[in-house]
């Protein structure tokens, strides 16, 4: 029955995203929602594209293994991503009306860097999106008692986000996500209210997890564990801004106004609901202790699942998996569109030139279905790689190779296009050469590639020019003001 319920509810949705596909006439429309998207939208989109797999199944199996200080990367770097998205780079990028993140790439820096930093940011969602893919697949699995295996269950997943992103585009992702929010929150707060007085009461559950120290957050005071404490926490908060998926929300915006604010409060509801899925896992340790304690030997994130199948009511389990699939197709579906749109934009058109917008606008779709299918590939290959880990590994690509190049063309006037092109393959060169030596034991390979990147940025900008790029000479002003 509750199976049954699950595809009824993929049905609904997209249903839904078919019917908002009806406004999708050409290619910003699909990319962008055709910058139509209010205050209240903005922030929805915002909140359901970062709320997935790894917040309620993932985050909760790395809290209770190591505390507070064990999830620094998510959700707080992840939401403080957001926040700074608002405060010091959504009004820069929205009034330079462009339709993906690497536009102004080429605009600042010209062609080369565009191409680059595009490779780099679709790379990226490989991780982010198979996370997605692989919870939808263990959530198949548990609800069909195994009749379903998870590759399959991850194939069904992909084909139903696919129904309606396909055709409709941001449109449909923004609308599907507002109301998957609306189950998301409501669902996993029933859940909380009814777990915490199966523990005995939200106070008992708090008093727990003090006792067991889940509340610590600042690492030891050593140089080692500080360096990799910053490390974890500027993975997502610095390595996600320059990435597609957030900047197709600021330019969905109708306004400048809701383009800064949205992200800002979206952020912040992030963090804070986060640690729902959190309490959830904490109350799992008291109702259940003996499985609770097998399972996280075995699989931490089948905890908050298992508990819901075999120790809450059939009405529980209805808004626990309403409030997962939500979380799970809402961020699947954003993941899935932000790299299809960077490629026909910044690689493909570069083929085609002259293609009409109706032409983009179909390769735009035909992406969107070629990268499903590379996603649920990678996803099968790296089934039993945890989903936290798959997202939090995603982010290091774009920290050591975009974020430098971007934070500098807004903020500094020297930037040149020679000082990119040295921070991302300085960036890139260092994070490679740490991860694969005994250096990454020691030192972090992503704090490494962003300092490396720094430097090349400075030295590049600096130093006698030896490649100039008279296409951005323009813009560079533009940016930097």
Known sequence: MLLTLVIVYLLVTIAIGLVAAKRVKNAADFAIAGRHLPLYMIITTTFATWFGSETVLGIPAKFIQGGLGNVVEDPFGAGFCLILVGMFFAAKLYRMTLLTISDYYRERFGRVVEVICSLIIMLSYLGWVSA???????????????????????????????????????????????????????GLAIIAVFAGNMAGGADKVIDFAASRDLFRFLPEPNFRDVVFFIAAGITMMFGSIPQQDVFQRVMSANNEKAATRGPIIGGICY???????????????????????????????????????????????????????????????????????????????????????????????????????????????????????????????????????????????????????????MGLLTWLLFLATPAGASFPAQLAGLLAAIVGMVAGSLGPQAIRNSHASHHRMVGAE
């Open 271 to 425: 963090i804070l609901f986060a640690f729902v899925p959190m309490f959830l896992v904490a109350s799992a340790l008291i109702i259940m202790p003996a499985e609770t304690a097998e399972l996280l030997k075995d699989d931490p994130q089948k905890v908050l699942p298992t508990l819901v199948l075999e120790k809450m009511p059939f009405i529980m389990q209805v808004f626990f998996f309403g409030a997962l699939l939500s979380a799970l197709k809402s961020t699947a579906s954003a993941t899935l569109l932000a790299p299809s749109v960077t490629f026909t934009e910044n690689i493909w058109r570069q083929f085609r030139p002259h293609g009409s917008d109706q032409e983009h606008l179909r390769t735009m779709r035909i992406t969107t279905l070629v990268f499903s299918g590379c996603v649920l590939a990678y996803a099968i290959y790296m089934q039993g790689t945890s989903i936290y880990e798959l997202v939090s590994g995603a982010y290091q690509v774009p920290l050591v190779g975009a974020f430098v190049p971007l934070v500098a063309g807004l903020y500094w006037k020297r930037a040149t296009t020679q000082g990119a092109l040295f921070a991302i393959v």
């Open 132 to 186: 997605q893919v692989t919870a939808l697949g263990l959530v198949f699995n548990l609800l069909s008692g195994g009749a379903i295996s998870i590759p399959l269950g991850m194939t069904i997943g992909v084909v139903s986000i696919l129904a309606y992103t396909l055709f409709g585009g941001m449109w449909s992702v923004a609308v599907t996500d507002f109301i998957q929010m609306i189950i998301l929150v409501v």
